[in-house]
């Protein structure tokens, strides 16, 4: 007859060894996928170097970043990329301008002063708009902001850099409420009360007291919003005009960046001085997106240490 303490001990033993092995190997499978991560962004950064390379001997990166004349095609070609910069710029410009006001509002009434239900069917529908595919925006807009903007201003066209970046604000405005509202309720609650206690109305605490021990994080959701503003590629494709001259307002079509990869790098030889010009402008984006991603990633450590998140 079996000893029934020590079948238990022996049971007991056997699930031990089970669960510290499978903690063994997600520990390992983690830290490797970590590793690969840091891999891959490194191929990124290396491949598109090495693909820099030839542009960067024959035309020179002073010359592609300052230069005014982007006429690849022509003998010689010109490869001034300042025009596809200072669009890039613009659309993001007008994407802040109307994303921020509106998400930060969102995010402050979501943590402040909105219902429990409206916080669950709000972050549904923000999760929704995050995963509409950038083309279907780009329909909406060329539908209804593209006309509207038309007629708004009397424009010949509403392929402009305003129509661009009113559909890019839109795309951002899940990035900026999401993470706004997240630094928000990060705050601990020992703050609100000691305001309310002193006689400040929610209002009063919220603006005097909430926001500015946010702010860190609430910087870090605008950086993140302008990343993912400039680096979109086919709602600027389908809105901007994609006129690659230097702008001098909202109201002029523009050629952003990502618009030139996306619509020369399948028309030139492959090996070419184009080609490899191509290559540098997409460096020059890698180089701005990781920038803006690795700022905004220290600020919110900073926020969470802060306060203990």
Do not use: C
Not at 297 to 307: F, N, S, Y
């Amino acid at each position: 007859m079996k000893d029934p303490i020590r079948s238990s001990r022996a049971r007991s033993n056997g699930r031990t060894a089970i669960s510290r092995a499978a903690e063994t190997f997600a520990t390992g499978f983690i830290t490797a996928s970590g590793w690969l991560a840091l891999f891959v962004l490194a191929a990124i950064a290396a491949f598109l170097v090495f693909n820099s390379v030839k542009a960067l001997r024959e035309v020179g990166l002073v010359r592609i970043l300052t230069g005014t004349d982007w006429y690849p095609t022509s003998n010689p070609g010109k490869f001034g990329s300042l025009p596809l910069i200072a669009g890039s710029i613009l659309v993001t410009g007008v994407a802040l301008v109307t994303s921020v006001p509106i998400g930060l509002a969102a995010a402050v009434y979501l943590s402040e002063f909105g219902g429990r239900r409206l916080k669950e069917m709000a972050k549904a529908v923000i999760e929704f708009m995050a995963a509409i595919p950038s083309v279907v925006y780009g329909l909406v807009g060329v539908a209804l902001v593209v006309p509207g903007v038309k007629q708004a201003f009397d424009l010949d066209s509403g392929l402009t850099a305003l129509s661009g970046g009113i559909v890019l604000g839109i795309m951002a405005l899940p990035t900026i409420v999401s993470i706004s509202e997240d630094a928000l309720r990060a705050v601990p609650s020992s703050l609100r009360h000691a305001s309310l206690a002193l006689g400040n109305t929610r209002w009063q605490t919220t603006y005097k007291v909430t926001i500015p021990a946010a702010s860190s994080g609430i910087f870090a959701a605008v950086m993140l919003g302008v990343g993912r503003a400039i680096g979109e590629t086919m709602a600027v494709l389908m809105l901007t005009g994609n006129a690659a001259v230097m702008p001098k307002g909202v109201l002029e079509s523009v050629r952003t960046m990502t618009g030139t990869i996306a619509a020369e790098m399948g028309e030139v030889v492959q090996g070419g001085t184009h080609y490899s010009v191509l290559f540098v402008v997409g460096l020059v984006l890698f180089t701005v997106a990781f920038s803006i991603n690795l700022g905004a990633d220290i600020v919110l450590d900073k926020q969470r240490k802060r306060w203990g998140a």
